[in-house]
């Protein structure tokens, strides 16, 4: 890793323990809110993250949300760089910290209406977001 990565990781980190202890700057959720933001995650990979979180396995992770494992794989490798990590559990570290200070209504907004509490829910209790994670279909237009 180059030493502007890693400066750029320890910025970030940095930046989330102040958040995290309540210091200058932005309030806790807005710091939060806008940092997710910013990362653009759609509302698939927030369906993934929110996963990993709970600790589960890329393979179960594909099966919940009907995709294969190394698609899941390929939307962490994805979520890796935007947020300018290099594994996924500095990902996973990074994003729950960011979660635990968004308030539900203003995550359920900013992930496309998937809740907060998604990835806990029961699976029947999951269902009617399934709509939220499928993918677009193209018209064809004729």
Do not use: C
């Amino acid at each position: 890793m180059d030493d502007q990565k890693r400066r750029e990781i320890l910025r970030r980190l940095y930046s989330l323990i102040e958040f995290v202890e309540g210091g200058d700057g932005p309030s806790r959720g807005e710091g939060a809110l806008g940092e997710l933001n910013s990362l653009k995650i759609t509302t698939k990979q927030h369906a993934i993250i929110q996963l990993l979180i709970k600790g589960v396995s890329a393979e179960d992770s594909g099966r919940i949300l009907g995709v294969s494992q190394n698609t899941v794989r390929t939307q962490l490798r994805q979520m890796r760089v935007k947020a300018n990590v290099a594994q996924t559990t500095q990902l996973r570290v990074m994003m729950e910290t960011l979660f635990d200070q968004v308030e539900p209504s203003e995550y359920q907004k900013l992930s496309g209406g998937l809740p907060k509490d998604w990835a806990w829910l029961s699976e029947d209790k999951r269902k009617p977001y399934e709509k939220l994670l499928r993918p677009i279909k193209p018209k064809h237009g004729g």
